[in-house]
């Protein structure tokens, strides 16, 4: 696997949602790259891994449940930030945050999204020995 660097990879498979999040975090200095699918992402951390993953939760083929059960296994300090635009349960929050950074509900709040982020990487940096 790569080398890790602060980069944020947004995983969602709606493109104007991949778009405005590139924007915004762009916009803030941040380099981000942009992702259709979760298969798409696995794939490219044969090459570079991020500092910090966006992840849609409800996506077709591969959710992002199946994502993150995967990054278990291969980048298990790699930090994940679930969105999602739908009614989740309190089980399904407990489950998904016992896996995931944070439980993010779309539309998100810029200045909760950047504050999130920077804490998934101050404790992501944090865990490297």
Request: with cysteine; charged share 20%.
């Amino acid at each position: 696997m790569g080398n890790t660097s602060t980069w944020i990879a947004v995983i969602d498979d709606e493109e104007g949602i991949r778009r405005a999040l590139l924007r915004l975090l762009r916009s803030a200095g941040q380099e981000a790259h942009a992702f259709i699918s979760g298969k798409s992402f696995l794939d490219s951390l044969q090459t570079r891994q991020p500092g910090c993953v966006l992840l849609d939760l409800h996506m077709p083929d591969m959710s992002g449940f199946a994502v993150i059960k995967r990054l278990q296994q291969i980048a298990p300090a790699l930090p994940v930030i679930v969105l999602t635009g739908q009614d989740i349960s309190e089980k399904q929050k407990t489950d998904y945050l016992a896996h995931a950074h944070a439980l993010l509900r779309k539309p998100v709040d810029d200045a909760n999204l950047f504050e999130t982020i920077a804490t998934a990487l101050t404790e992501s940096s944090n865990n490297i020995p």
